[in-house]
């Protein structure tokens, strides 16, 4: 199926509490996103925070995991909400107490917005005809220390790889449809053994 945003829709943004502590006095500095208190799952504020742990010392809280996209520079693209999990934290060790906005899933990234422009200009190419294919789903491929620089487009039978910067036919996919000599006109094989499209822009 076919994964579209409308191009009317805002990036959809979630406040929530960031919490900058140590694991110790003498720790680097972490971070955790809290995006409600209890199981109640109002939204979580400052003040809230305040009033119910002010006289605790171990407090538990359900931390908002993110993922960091790097694009092939290694630089920070942007962050989004994932799974939660739950957290112990000394408050003595929380320096920083502040709001933020990030983007709730990957679908509200500027990644996949990048990613399905780049779908959709596939969808467009001879190969993507001659594999008889139809619609598409974008996913992150790679989730490694919560980051991640490495993306498919799954197109069903066929999948596309998008990784730092770079678009190849996912390696595996590839080598099936390479050994029927009637799609290997389609491929061009690479030094590293990778795979790319003839007529689509590298």
């Known amino acids: 199926m076919t994964a579209y945003v409308n191009k009317n829709e805002e990036p959809r943004l979630k406040r929530v509490v960031r919490i900058d502590y140590k694991d110790d006095p003498y720790g680097s500095p972490k971070t955790i996103y809290t995006s409600h208190l209890d199981s109640g799952f109002q939204p979580a504020t400052i003040q809230d925070f305040v009033n119910r742990y002010k006289d605790q010392k171990l407090v538990y809280l359900p931390s908002a995991k993110t993922i960091t996209i790097t694009d092939y520079e290694f630089e920070t693209v942007e962050r989004y909400l994932d799974s939660e999990e739950a957290i112990a934290m000394n408050t003595d060790y929380i320096y920083m107490i502040t709001y933020e906005k990030l983007p709730e899933a990957f679908r509200y990234t500027e990644m996949y917005k990048k990613l399905k422009d780049i779908a959709i200009k596939f969808t467009q190419s001879q190969a993507y005809k001659e594999l008889k294919l139809s619609g598409f789903k974008i996913y992150p491929a790679d ?37 029927e000599e009637k799609y290997q006109h389609l491929f061009e094989r690479t030094n590293t053994g990778y795979y790319l499209l003839r007529d689509l822009e590298n």
């Open 143 to 179: 989730v490694l220390y919560s980051n991640c620089a490495t993306f498919i487009i799954d197109f069903n039978k066929f999948k596309l790889e998008y990784h730092r910067g770079q678009l190849l036919v996912e390696k595996h996919c590839a080598e099936q449809l390479f050994k």
